[in-house]
Nanobody, 125 residues
């Protein structure tokens, strides 16, 4: 049974940075494409970044492009999301998800079979 555990969320001021981590337990990270999603209050869950295992390609939603960076750490079996220049509208619960490997990962929720419980990120002064 694959388990995903997010960590690193918290309260940060606008313009600040946070680094989220997604630990994969019960399986090998190299068996999955990994994505980060977020859900703000009253809004639908949206995909913001993903990274695939076959080609190590990453993709980003336009709203985070240039500010967020996703990375795989095979030795630690984790995927990180470095978030810089945070804005109040980045406030949300952030989830990581794992799915079967493809040549191209996406922000479509149906592509992913396993989900973490989420970690809260609040950007406020």
């Amino acid at each position: 049974q694959v388990q995903l555990v997010e960590s690193g969320g918290g309260l940060v001021q606008p313009g600040g940075s946070l680094r989220l981590s997604c630990a994969v337990a019960g399986s090998n990270l190299d068996d999955y494409d990994i994505a980060w999603f977020r859900q703000a209050p009253g809004k639908e869950r949206e995909g913001i970044s993903c990274i695939n295992v076959r080609l190590n390609r990453s993709n980003y939603a336009e709203v985070v492009l240039g500010r967020f960076t996703i990375a795989r750490d095979t030795a630690k079996n984790t995927v990180s999301l470095q978030m810089n220049s945070l804005r109040p509208d980045d406030t949300a619960v952030y989830y990581c998800a794992a799915g079967p490997p493809y040549d191209y990962c996406s922000g479509y929720q149906n592509q992913y079979d396993y989900w973490g419980q989420g970690t809260q990120v609040t950007v406020s002064s």
